[in-house]
């Protein structure tokens, strides 16, 4: 198989990650195989429970593995920023590998009042991103990863309804929601480029895979086995964020995803974006209404 798969990753011993929505899906599946590899892995989830859970099944194929719960919902700025200056008092953070997310879900508010979908797939994200930067920025090589998906393509982010009091449509806020976490990760590597930042921003996405992404799918649910045979497995659909999270040649900026199919299964390599992700004036306008929403700024000025 041509590209980069889990057998690809290198050993992570001495390293600490942090995996956001790591309890299911394809984050259980990159933090099993980085613990696996011997890192340090914190479990960023809503429900320590789960996390627990997800951690005991782990162990059951890496005895020794080195895990930790971090208390985290990013429908709750105020959850984010807890997060934040818990994984601040570790020793070391060399990658906060992002990727929880919620899909296709009723409309609903985030605890600051957000639009869900903006709120945790991206606000949420940007938040926790910034405020772990200067702690990444302590250690050379370290990395954000940013999860989008092909959903993107279709995004056409609602500059004058970004909360949705006007109007919802379910997958098009998703689309739109993704489409935000491409031109974040590629405006934050160009600033931490253009501020001499030893971090790097790197986006991945998984295909289409079958996880739990799917409960709010509707009708659509009944094909996700069908996913599991014909496309890509959360486990296989985790390959592109660990090249992403561990790949010794992985771009600053880059953006991975699986190579056959349309991107829609296979082993990990370089992906392709659409011309509104490579815009750099949306990003940088996407730049500043995130830290107005947010109320955190990671003191990074435009490239």
């Known amino acids: 198989m ?13 390293k600490t990650f942090i995996v956001t929505g790591a309890n299911t899906g394809i984050g259980f599946e990159a933090a099993k195989v980085l ?33 930790a719960f971090l208390p985290l919902d990013q429908a709750d700025l105020a959850s984010v920023r807890r997060a ?10 060399d990658v906060l590998l992002n990727n929880a997310g919620v899909m296709f879900p009723p409309l ?50 609602q500059w004058d309804d970004l909360d949705a009091e006007r109007g919802y449509n379910r997958t098009q806020r998703y689309s739109d929601s993704k489409l935000a976490n491409m031109l974040h990760f ?19 996405h998984p295909g289409v895979a079958a996880t739990e992404l799917m409960r709010h799918a509707g009708p659509f ?30 771009e600053p900026g880059g953006y991975y995803g699986p190579q056959s199919m349309g991107e829609m299964r296979g082993a990990s390599g370089k992906a392709r974006r659409t011309k ?20 955190i700024d990671p003191g990074l000025p435009p490239a």
């Open 2 to 14: 041509s590209g980069f798969t889990a057998a690809d990753v290198p050993d992570q011993s001495g």
């Open 35 to 67: 613990a696996e590899k011997g890192a340090r892995v914190l479990l960023g989830c809503r429900d320590e429970g789960k996390a627990l859970a997800a951690m005991s099944a782990i162990r059951e194929t890496a005895p020794n593995a080195n895990l």
């Open 84 to 93: 934040a200056e818990l994984a601040a008092q570790e020793p070391r953070l």
């Open 108 to 157: 609903t508010r985030t605890k600051q009042g957000f639009e869900l979908q903006f709120g945790v797939n991206h606000l949420g994200t940007f938040a926790l991103t910034s405020l772990l930067l200067p702690k990444l920025a302590e250690t050379a090589g370290s990395r954000v990863v940013v999860t989008a998906s092909l959903a993107h393509n279709r995004g056409n982010i």
């Open 186 to 204: 590629a405006e934050l590597d160009r600033r931490l480029r253009a501020a001499g930042s030893p971090v790097t921003a790197i986006g991945c």
């Open 221 to 250: 649910r009944v094909f996700t086995p069908l996913f599991g045979m014909l496309l890509n497995t959360a486990a296989q659909g985790a390959w592109p964020a660990l090249e992403a999270a561990t790949a010794a040649d992985a």
């Open 276 to 295: 509104a992700a490579s815009d750099p004036e949306l990003a940088r306008r996407l730049w500043d209404v995130s830290v107005a929403k947010t109320g």
